[in-house]
């Protein structure tokens, strides 16, 4: 499963323009499959040790996906590969976005829904990295962060699978979820093809007994792992 090219464009006003026209786009929703258990992916990606700053073109990285049936691993892919860019807030995919997407092509068998480490519609065009993501893959997405980049809501109740919604210019576009009471909720954001509601029914399925969704913490032990032996 390639990705095309112009999915990432490497000008921050060239990939604008991308998001702008991703984000004002209405895909057809996704809802978990009910006739067999969902397969969800996870992606993550790391820098070495001792980045300064906002980093810079060419900086090495380690990127890991994975796919999870009934909490049980059934592919994996790891890489390294090279940042397109610096950090610029709001345009992570220039920097991240193609690595992640070779990573995830490479899975043997693709997941249901990507859980990614970043924002979706929570975005000044609305279309955060997990949203383009999954639109370069056609593969529906959620992000899964620690906090909103734009969003506003309350926390909800300390307890287990409890969640709150975040708006954006009066729409919501994701939600707090308590994913462990007496732990600080994590955002699980409306990605491609998934609103709110959705992404935090993944969310919840995809958690065990950690804070982190499985899928997201093993790609990141991944990810990590191979930062670790290069």
Known sequence: MGVPERWWPDGPAELAAVQAEL?????APWRPPADRPIRIGGCFCCFPRGVEGFGERGDPLWVAAVTYEDRRRIASAVRGDRARAPYVAGLLAMREGPALAAAVSELSVLPDVLLVNA???DHPR???????LGAAL????VGVTHRPLLATGDWPADEAGAAGTLTLAGAPVGAWVRTRAGRRPLVAHAGWRTDPGTAVEVVRQATGT?????????????????????
């Open 210 to 230: 950690a804070r982190t969704p499985v899928p997201l913490r093993e790609a990141r032990r991944l990810a990590r792992r191979a930062r670790a032996l290069r």
């Open 119 to 121: 924002t979706g519609r």
């Open 126 to 132: 609305a279309a955060g990295l997990a949203y383009h």
């Open 23 to 27: 984000g004002a786009r209405s895909p």
């Open 138 to 141: 056609d593969l529906p997405t």
